[in-house]
């Protein structure tokens, strides 16, 4: 894959400002979408639509759209020379994989039931996750530079806890989502218990705190790219699933909000 590289891009300057580019186009990527999504809400689960295309089984979609998130950079860590040898580099690159392997390999083979995913959406978030997936394990994996104190500095040290935090609302709330209703079991059911006792998106915050801490250890533009686009997605689902929520159940706790406990 070196060659291949080394095939489209002339020096590695060049590589890392195609890499700095692609993060800036995913910063306009959020703004588009954030204006998007004033008026359309992310078209899967409760709102897919067949306007976006025939509907794609829930498991597979799952399933393949995130596959390339971890074999892509799975390709570029066993076939490209690195600076996975140090330290903050590999930590890193760990929290990255330990989500997508939970993610791809994982949560799609968990899911009961799940509403088809129209086309459009898979496809879209098939690019979106080779895209994602390497532009942050081939910056991480060659070009990142970290000083040799990086691990004990307070953002490395404050983004590892948001990021593990998040990750384990993420699994909390999706485990709790699995098991609302029993076999034969069919509708929606107003979720409990986790962080559902103060927000309605749980797993939607998980993901947001965890990615936001994944920037913050990183301390890039790739990371902080990743982590505004994930919020940008995630945080206008949460505040649709709060409204559809309040509408569909009379009795849907008044004191929960849809996205930051007590706040929004």
Same mark, same amino acid.
């Given at each position: 894959?070196?060659? *291949?590289?080394?095939?489209?891009?002339?020096s590695?300057?060049?590589?890392?400002?195609?890499?700095?580019r692609?993060?800036?186009?995913?910063?306009?990527?959020?703004?588009c979408t &954030? =204006?998007t999504?004033? #008026?359309e809400? @992310?078209?899967y689960?409760?709102?897919?639509t067949?306007?976006?295309?025939?509907?794609?089984?829930?498991?597979?979609?799952?399933?393949?759209?995130?596959? $390339?998130? *971890?074999?892509?950079?799975?390709?570029?860590?066993?076939?490209?020379?690195?600076?996975?040898?140090?330290?903050?580099?590999?930590?890193?690159?760990?929290?990255? &994989?330990?989500?997508?392997v939970?993610?791809a390999?994982i949560?799609?083979f968990?899911?009961?039931g799940g509403?088809?995913? $129209?086309?459009a959406?898979?496809?879209?978030? !098939?690019?979106?996750?080779?895209?994602?997936?390497?532009? %942050?394990?081939?910056? *991480?994996?060659?070009?990142?530079?970290? $000083?040799a104190?990086?691990?004990?500095?307070p953002? &490395?040290?404050?983004?590892?806890?948001?990021?593990f935090?998040?990750? !384990?609302?993420?699994? %909390?709330?999706?485990? =709790?989502?699995?098991?609302?209703?029993? $076999?034969g079991e069919?509708?929606?059911? @107003?979720?409990k218990?986790g962080?559902?006792?103060? @927000?309605s998106?749980?797993? &939607?915050?998980?993901?947001?705190?965890?990615?936001?801490? #994944?920037?913050?250890?990183?301390?890039s533009?790739?990371?902080?790219?990743?982590?505004i686009?994930?919020?940008?997605v995630?945080?206008?689902?949460?505040?649709?699933?709060?409204?559809?929520y309040?509408a569909?159940?009379?009795?849907?706790?008044k004191?929960r909000?849809?996205?930051?406990?007590?706040?929004?």
């Amino acid at each position: 894959m070196d060659a *291949l590289l080394s095939l489209l891009f002339s020096s590695e300057e060049e590589e890392l400002y195609m890499l700095d580019r692609m993060a800036y186009l995913m910063f306009l990527m959020a703004a588009c979408t &954030f =204006i998007t999504l004033l #008026f359309e809400n @992310v078209p899967y689960g409760r709102y897919a639509t067949s306007k976006y295309g025939f509907p794609v089984n829930a498991r597979f979609a799952w399933f393949v759209q995130e596959l $390339p998130a *971890l074999l892509l950079p799975l390709c570029l860590l066993l076939w490209t020379s690195s600076k996975t040898s140090l330290l903050p580099n590999q930590l890193l690159i760990a929290m990255y &994989f330990l989500h997508y392997v939970q993610r791809a390999c994982i949560y799609p083979f968990l899911i009961r039931g799940g509403k088809p995913t $129209p086309f459009a959406s898979f496809a879209l978030a !098939f690019v979106f996750c080779c895209y994602n997936g390497f532009m %942050q394990i081939r910056y *991480l994996s060659h070009y990142a530079e970290y $000083p040799a104190y990086w691990v004990t500095h307070p953002c &490395f040290l404050i983004g590892s806890v948001l990021w593990f935090v998040g990750w !384990f609302i993420n699994v %909390q709330s999706d485990h =709790i989502l699995r098991n609302l209703r029993k $076999p034969g079991e069919t509708g929606y059911k @107003v979720p409990k218990g986790g962080m559902f006792e103060y @927000v309605s998106g749980a797993n &939607f915050l998980g993901e947001i705190t965890e990615w936001a801490g #994944f920037a913050l250890a990183g301390h890039s533009v790739h990371s902080a790219a990743f982590a505004i686009f994930t919020a940008v997605v995630l945080a206008s689902r949460a505040v649709a699933h709060h409204k559809w929520y309040l509408a569909k159940f009379e009795d849907y706790p008044k004191s929960r909000k849809a996205l930051i406990p007590f706040l929004f």
